[in-house]
């Protein structure tokens, strides 16, 4: 049981088991201690450092104000935290928030993160990718949200007829 201070930010975390760095990241509003179960089937195999998001289970709220760019200001936070802990690059397994955290970090320094396992997290079209999908224009695999708006990392095809 420690604490993490990074800028103005506070991370309560927890270490157990061992072999390849796994950081575990629960959603908003939850705690490490939501992910216990978890954690029990992955420290026979990882050494799992769980850490709390700033402002929420056991990680004291900071005053701050929740701007665009929080999501990038917390993960500098995790990613340093990694480093401190000497477990970069570490496996990253988010729920919800947490998720958006991992994918996040590994848009921010992709050496630091091995793999990610981000589920339950939320994502949304634009009106023309939409309809896109609807014609069989565009598969669409992964996403992820570049401050306000949600970008495409990958796009499996586009089928070009007509000039598209």
Do not use: C
Not at 4 to 33: C, K, M, N, Q, V
Not at 62 to 68: D, I, K, L, N, V
Not at 127 to 148: N, Y
């Amino acid at each position: 049981m420690a604490v993490f201070e990074h800028g103005t930010s506070r991370i309560y975390y927890e270490e157990e088991g061992s072999g390849d760095a796994l950081l575990l990241l629960p959603g908003w509003s939850l705690s490490i201690e939501d992910m216990q179960p978890i954690r029990q089937a992955l420290t026979p195999r990882y050494r799992v450092i769980a850490a709390d998001a700033p402002g929420a289970g056991r990680s004291e709220p900071q005053p701050r104000e929740y701007t665009a760019s929080y999501y990038e200001d917390d993960s500098r936070s995790f990613l340093a935290l990694l480093d401190e802990v000497g477990a970069s690059p570490a496996h990253i397994v988010g729920f919800s928030d947490g998720g958006e955290y991992a994918l996040v970090m590994a848009e921010l320094q992709p050496a630091a993160v091995r793999s990610i396992v981000a589920w339950g997290r939320w994502a949304s079209l634009k009106r023309h990718q939409v309809w896109l999908r609807r014609l069989g224009m565009w598969s669409i695999t992964r996403f992820r949200r570049s401050r306000s708006s949600l970008t495409i990392l990958r796009v499996l095809t586009v089928k070009r007829t007509r000039g598209l």
